[in-house]
């Protein structure tokens, strides 16, 4: 879903940043085990970076802001293996394997593991010449979706500048409903502070965000 | 989809120690898992993967113009044409500081942060407060970590929302003159290549 909670720019209300000093790197055993687990679950392939995204976002918001970010991606975690067939309601509920498992493609082994975790390439080739060149203004479309983007609500019908090309990339906002990568031309736009937050605003930020080809309208 | 009924957010939190147990069990005995690369991949970001890979290429740049150039063109290509820094994925891109610019790094919709160059994301990143106010008062989000910038210095925010990721490249303190790339690391902190801090300075 787009418009929930985890689209937090822009809102006020939460507090002050509380750096905590000397931080480790997992706060307890199990966050680094849910960690480990969403790796080698989602090296399955059977959901999408978008997907799994998709998913913390249909959590409800009081559990989404109760819930801490290791808490979240349990979760998350805890639905796609039911939702994708891989463990049943009740094996949940015993902790045991009831069933035979399903069959998989992929699975990451020891040796795997061991090697330095790189990330994924989301590139792609691509399909159409880019609609925009470094310099063009442009304006966010009002999309208000049902389903998952990456257009974030503080940036959505806003006038802007293209700043950069990234290449073509992986749609996440079809990626993330099994409509496949649908690769589109990726751009950094910039926004003053003021077309952002009004004329109140501090004249002295801009912000940017990385935004998809059908994000965009030209001026 | 939540279909189920989350009337009951506490029970959908406690016990969670348990059900990360249950859970590993169950996809231990179903084949699915290894638990001993459950194990390399904690010990990988506990003790291998950290910031000292991103304190690397910014030391690296500071000292080598023609690295710094290759790394603020293609972070991705630099990092990985250095021997001592672990190997860093697709469009990692390094953004600089300047006396007229300051970079600030944050994902408004999730926590999307460049875990091969700083390891796994700060608590405060992935908070609510972070999130909700880089990009609308990053002032006051640096005030919260102490740090004041001239009042003329513009303010850049990226919101990494695909898959891109950022590191900023932070001005290099004066009095490092002739160090060394190991002992410019040492100041490069996680933070200022977030842009919530500056190089800890030259004693």
New interface residues.
Partial sequence: MSNTIHDMGGMHGFGKVEPEPNEPVFHAAWEGRVHALQRVMGAIGLWTIDGGRASLETLPPQTYLAATYYQRWFLGLERRVVTHGLVGADELATGHSLHTPAPLTRKISAADAAKPPIRGNFERPATAFAHFKVGDRVRTRNLNPATHTRLPRYARDKEGVIEAIRGCHVYPDTAAIGQGDNPQWLYTVVFTGRELWGDDADPSIKVSIEAFEPYLIAV | ??DHD?DH?HS??SD??L?????????T??????P???????E???T???PKNGAHLVARAWIDPDFKAALLADATAAANSLGHV??????LIAVENTPRTHNLV?C????CYP??VL??P???Y??????????????G?LS??GVTLP???????????????FIVVPMRPLGTENWSEDRLADIVTR?CMIG?GLPKSAP
């Fill in positions: 989809m939540p989350h957010d959908e939190l969670i120690q059900r990360v147990r249950a859970l590993e069990t169950i996809l005995e179903k084949g699915y898992v290894d001993a690369a459950l194990d390399l991949i904690v990988s970001y506990e291998k993967i950290g672990s190997p860093v994925g697709s469009h944050v408004t919709l999730c926590s875990w091969e390891g796994l700060p608590v405060w992935k908070s609510a407060p972070y999130r909700s106010r880089a990009v609308i008062d990053p002032k989000v919260d970590f009042a003329d210095t513009e303010i850049r925010i990226w919101d990494s929302t695909a898959e891109t990721r933070d919530t």
